[in-house]
DNA sequence: AGCACGCCGACT
DNA sequence: GTCGGCGTGCTC
């Protein structure tokens, strides 16, 4: 046999770009080089080992050879991951600029990427994880299956769908709440699936937000497997959904953004659900858009895309009305329900007092008589946003942050009367940084007893709402409720079985829920939507006000003359013509999205245009000014140096000034940004190349860290 | 990011 | 006398 070396390609989840060599005895294991490609190894890595992915092979190295480590060995009872999946990691690492394994590794299982050891071997093998759950999820019986019957405009798109099978398409499939977008999806699903061996990805923003898709899903898949992809379920079923996907198991694939990222056997067609929504985007860790990604795979694989929304994002729009992608509508509700009518309540009209305006809450009073559910729409958590003095100028700042703490109830409901200064019964809680602290018993600046809690949240609504209206039954769903374990399910059970007369909640209500009670929805405010700084604030406020619109008379309404509680959605503004809102009030996702885009293109803003963000912290902040300031004289230079050729082809490359972030310190580092505008996407690509290497290479206490796309700025 | 090594304050 | 603070430097 040969005594040439052999090395391994790894990507482990460090900081650093690129891969790492080690060397390996191919005889030892027995193994080609090439079958090493997408398997799971281990390393030592300083003192330390890791797992990490082997994303190429060679039979020879650029690293100093007496430095190249043995490789520790493979993870046990495991296939590699396919080649198109280490393809696409590739693809995003490259897009993203940040280390392959940064966006490989933290999305792999917990049981899977774990190093196993002499001492604290795995309990159970990845080989056992596998075969021992034969039964995933399958789909519940015959007699729960019906498939429903599809309207003219469904068949439609089913038929489209159909026809993309094989080939790589993306199609846009706009439809309104209601209007049967998951129908569709199933019965493609269902098309894609009588091929042997074939799987599905159905991508949604959040699971635990829209358990009734899943249940659809179930319902509707008679005997098939269904795989679970999402970062709140056990490490053991996480593990045996993701070797389900893996192997092939699995039929059907349901999971959050990682469930992009995670490798599958034979995918034939990807559907990406509310395709607009920021969770697709938001990060903890590596921000890449996981819609965007699936676009990619779906290419790279040859498979056609399929992305649902009410309110498509300006990105999908934008390249629908280009015909990049295929446009499908779905323009009425599936059953033919009427969407709700929307009344909007002029505030300089109609003085709002404690937050609700007289025209809201007789209306209000009206359909609880009626007994039809109200939902109120809140968008802040807590009690009130900031808890002041009324003798000074004292408010409850947090001191790692530049922001307020908030005041929250520490309990559930129950109403707290009397003072709230030294009250246990309230905490001061910062949104950004997390510290939580007593409220002080008299002001911390001039002693002063009457301290008082400055606006309204969804737990000062619903106090107010519980007072104003003493036999309803009122019952709230945000983040605090949604964190207790069982709390959001009981919320949900108890609003679907009209136990609940008024919902109060913040987004996570508007999100998929289907309440059959419900006739009656209250925008309580909306206007910073309007005009606040970031320019895709008015795409998520109307989308939120259409999905808001969505939840309310779904089903099926009765008119009855004594009782003349139509469907209805009430949004109270100052600014009531407002394009936005004359959008909304005629159901018109087109007129807006014209609008809006008219807008962006003045402003020369995406899709116009593509950003790259370089976001900077540190705890001085003169010190991010300064290391931001040199970072934009590099890249000036960099850009310089590209602008011959760029110049001819009418490409420009803009850099901003750096900027402090809107919150400018958070648990005590400040934070600024830069941000560079392109109107061409390479060019931006070609600039990062150059700069994100040098900005390594000199060190500093400040932490960095570039954001292509940033979906905020 | 971890994790070591390294040189200065309040404790059993 | 040491436990431990986190600054700095490295990881194929």
Same mark, same amino acid.
């Given at each position: 046999?040969?005594?040439?070396?052999?090395?391994?390609?790894?990507?482990?989840?460090?900081?650093?770009?690129?891969?790492?060599?080690?060397?390996?005895?191919?005889?030892?294991?027995?193994?080609?080089?090439q079958?090493?490609?997408?398997?799971?190894?281990?390393?030592?890595?300083?003192?330390?080992?890791? @797992?990490?992915?082997?994303?190429?092979?060679?039979?020879?190295?650029?690293?100093?050879?007496d430095?190249?480590?043995?490789?520790?060995?493979?993870?046990?009872d495991?296939?590699?991951?396919?080649?198109?999946?280490?393809?696409?990691?590739?693809?995003?690492?490259?897009y993203?600029?940040v280390?392959?394994?940064?966006?490989?590794?933290?999305?792999?299982?917990?049981?899977?990427?774990?190093?196993?050891t002499?001492?604290?071997?795995?309990?159970?093998?990845?080989?056992?994880?596998?075969?021992?759950?034969?039964?995933?999820?399958?789909?519940?019986?015959a007699?729960?299956?019906?498939t429903a019957?599809?309207?003219?405009?469904?068949?439609?798109?089913l038929?489209?769908?159909?026809?993309?099978?094989?080939?790589?398409?993306?199609?846009?499939l706009?439809?309104?709440?209601?209007?049967?977008?998951?129908? @569709?999806?199933?019965q493609?699903?269902?098309?894609?699936?009588?091929?042997?061996?074939?799987?599905?990805?159905?991508?949604?923003?959040?699971?635990?937000?829209?358990?009734?898709?899943?249940?659809?899903?179930?319902?509707?898949?008679?005997?098939?497997?269904?795989?679970?992809l999402?970062?709140?379920?056990?490490?053991?079923?996480?593990?045996?959904?993701?070797?389900?996907?893996?192997?092939?198991?699995a039929?059907?694939? @349901?999971?959050?953004?990682?469930?992009?990222l995670?490798?599958?056997?034979?995918?034939?067609?990807?559907?990406?659900?509310?395709?607009?929504?920021?969770?697709y985007?938001?990060?903890?860790?590596?921000?890449?858009?996981?819609?965007?990604?699936a676009?990619?795979?779906?290419?790279?694989?040859?498979?056609?895309?399929?992305l649902?929304?009410?309110?498509?994002?300006?990105?999908?729009?934008?390249?629908?009305?280009k015909?990049r992608?295929?446009y499908?509508?779905?323009p009425?509700?599936?059953?033919?329900?009427?969407?709700?009518?929307?009344?909007?309540?002029?505030?300089?009209?109609?003085?709002?007092?404690?937050?609700?305006?007289?025209?809201?809450?007789?209306?209000?009073a009206?359909y609880?008589?009626?007994?039809?559910?109200?939902?109120?729409?809140?968008?802040?958590?807590g009690?009130?946003?900031?808890?002041?003095?009324?003798?000074?100028?004292?408010?409850?700042?947090?001191?790692?942050?530049?922001?307020?703490?908030?005041?929250?109830?520490?309990s559930?409901p129950?109403?707290?009367?009397?003072?709230?200064?030294?009250?246990?019964?309230y905490?001061?809680?910062?949104?950004?940084?997390?510290?939580?602290?007593?409220?002080?018993?008299?002001?911390?600046?001039?002693?002063?007893?009457?301290l008082?809690g400055?606006?309204?949240?969804t737990?000062?609504?619903?106090?107010?709402?519980?007072?104003?209206?003493?036999?309803?039954?009122?019952?709230?769903?945000?983040?605090?409720?949604?964190?207790?374990?069982g709390?959001?399910?009981?919320?949900?059970?108890?609003?679907?079985?009209?136990?609940?007369?008024?919902?109060?909640?913040?987004?996570?209500?508007?999100?998929?829920?289907?309440?059959?009670?419900?006739?009656?929805?209250?925008?309580?405010?909306?206007?910073?939507?309007?005009?606040?700084?970031?320019?895709?604030?008015?795409?998520?406020?109307?989308?939120?006000?259409?999905?808001?619109?969505?939840?309310?008379?779904?089903?099926?309404?009765?008119?009855?003359?004594?009782?003349?509680?139509?469907?209805?959605?009430?949004?109270?503004?100052?600014?009531?013509?407002?394009?936005?809102f004359?959008?909304?009030?005629?159901?018109?996702?087109?007129?807006?999205?014209k609008?809006?885009?008219?807008?962006?293109?003045?402003?020369?803003?995406?899709?116009?245009?593509?950003h790259?963000?370089?976001?900077?912290?540190?705890?001085?902040?003169?010190?991010?000014?300064?290391?931001?300031?040199?970072?934009?004289?590099?890249a000036?230079?960099?850009?310089?140096?590209?602008?011959?050729?760029?110049?001819q082809?009418?490409?420009?490359?803009k850099?901003?000034?750096?900027?402090?972030?809107?919150?400018?310190?958070?648990?005590?580092?400040?934070?600024?940004?830069?941000?560079?505008?392109?109107?061409?996407r390479?060019?931006l690509?070609?600039?990062?190349?150059?700069?994100?290497?040098?900005?390594?290479?000199?060190?500093?206490?400040?932490?960095?860290?570039?954001?292509?796309?940033?979906?905020?700025?």
């Amino acid at each position: 046999m040969s005594d040439k070396p052999h090395f391994l390609q790894v990507a482990l989840d460090v900081p650093l770009l690129g891969l790492f060599d080690y060397s390996i005895q191919i005889e030892d294991h027995l193994i080609e080089l090439q079958d090493c490609m997408g398997r799971l190894v281990w390393v030592p890595w300083g003192a330390a080992q890791r @797992v990490g992915v082997v994303m190429g092979t060679s039979i020879s190295s650029e690293f100093e050879l007496d430095r190249i480590k043995p490789f520790g060995g493979f993870i046990p009872d495991l296939i590699p991951l396919p080649a198109s999946w280490v393809k696409l990691m590739q693809f995003a690492a490259d897009y993203y600029h940040v280390p392959v394994g940064a966006l490989a590794i933290p999305v792999l299982p917990k049981l899977v990427r774990t190093v196993p050891t002499k001492t604290a071997r795995p309990r159970k093998s990845l080989e056992q994880r596998r075969t021992a759950k034969k039964t995933l999820p399958v789909g519940l019986g015959a007699a729960i299956k019906k498939t429903a019957l599809l309207n003219t405009a469904q068949t439609a798109a089913l038929n489209h769908m159909i026809q993309q099978q094989g080939r790589f398409s993306t199609t846009l499939l706009h439809g309104v709440t209601g209007s049967g977008k998951t129908e @569709v999806y199933l019965q493609w699903f269902e098309q894609l699936l009588t091929e042997p061996g074939a799987q599905v990805l159905l991508l949604v923003p959040e699971i635990g937000l829209t358990p009734q898709l899943v249940d659809s899903v179930a319902a509707h898949f008679v005997g098939k497997r269904i795989a679970v992809l999402h970062s709140g379920t056990t490490d053991a079923s996480r593990a045996s959904d993701w070797l389900a996907t893996l192997y092939g198991d699995a039929d059907i694939i @349901v999971g959050t953004r990682l469930a992009a990222l995670t490798p599958i056997k034979n995918c034939r067609g990807i559907v990406v659900d509310e395709e607009h929504d920021a969770s697709y985007r938001q990060a903890d860790g590596i921000p890449y858009s996981a819609r965007d990604l699936a676009i990619v795979r779906a290419s790279q694989l040859q498979i056609p895309i399929l992305l649902g929304s009410a309110t498509p994002s300006m990105e999908s729009w934008h390249a629908a009305q280009k015909k990049r992608y295929h446009y499908l509508a779905l323009p009425q509700r599936a059953q033919g329900q009427a969407l709700p009518a929307v009344q909007l309540v002029d505030l300089r009209k109609h003085k709002a007092t404690l937050g609700f305006s007289e025209p809201v809450l007789n209306a209000m009073a009206r359909y609880l008589t009626a007994k039809r559910q109200v939902l109120i729409f809140v968008n802040r958590r807590g009690f009130a946003p900031v808890l002041s003095c009324n003798a000074c100028d004292w408010m409850s700042d947090c001191d790692a942050c530049s922001a307020h703490r908030v005041l929250h109830h520490l309990s559930g409901p129950g109403v707290a009367a009397g003072a709230v200064g030294g009250s246990r019964r309230y905490r001061l809680i910062c949104h950004h940084c997390g510290t939580n602290r007593p409220v002080p018993a008299r002001c911390p600046n001039c002693g002063n007893l009457d301290l008082a809690g400055q606006g309204r949240g969804t737990q000062r609504i619903e106090e107010e709402l519980s007072a104003r209206f003493p036999n309803a039954n009122i019952g709230r769903l945000d983040r605090d409720v949604n964190s207790k374990a069982g709390a959001a399910a009981a919320f949900f059970s108890a609003a679907h079985s009209g136990e609940l007369d008024i919902l109060i909640g913040t987004q996570m209500l508007a999100k998929g829920h289907d309440f059959h009670h419900l006739s009656l929805a209250v925008v309580l405010e909306s206007d910073q939507g309007l005009f606040a700084a970031d320019f895709r604030a008015p795409e998520r406020l109307f989308a939120n006000l259409m999905q808001v619109a969505g939840r309310v008379g779904r089903h099926d309404y009765v008119a009855d003359p004594a009782n003349p509680v139509e469907p209805v959605l009430m949004v109270q503004t100052r600014y009531v013509d407002h394009p936005l809102f004359q959008a909304l009030k005629k159901h018109d996702y087109a007129q807006f999205a014209k609008d809006h885009l008219d807008e962006r293109q003045q402003a020369n803003m995406p899709p116009f245009s593509f950003h790259v963000l370089l976001k900077a912290q540190a705890k001085v902040a003169q010190e991010v000014m300064a290391w931001l300031d040199a970072a934009r004289t590099q890249a000036q230079n960099i850009a310089s140096n590209m602008a011959q050729q760029a110049k001819q082809e009418g490409i420009e490359l803009k850099i901003y000034l750096p900027v402090p972030m809107p919150v400018a310190r958070v648990a005590h580092l400040e934070r600024a940004q830069l941000l560079i505008e392109s109107n061409s996407r390479s060019s931006l690509h070609e600039l990062l190349g150059i700069w994100i290497p040098q900005l390594q290479t000199q060190k500093s206490r400040v932490r960095w860290q570039v954001e292509v796309d940033p979906l905020e700025i």
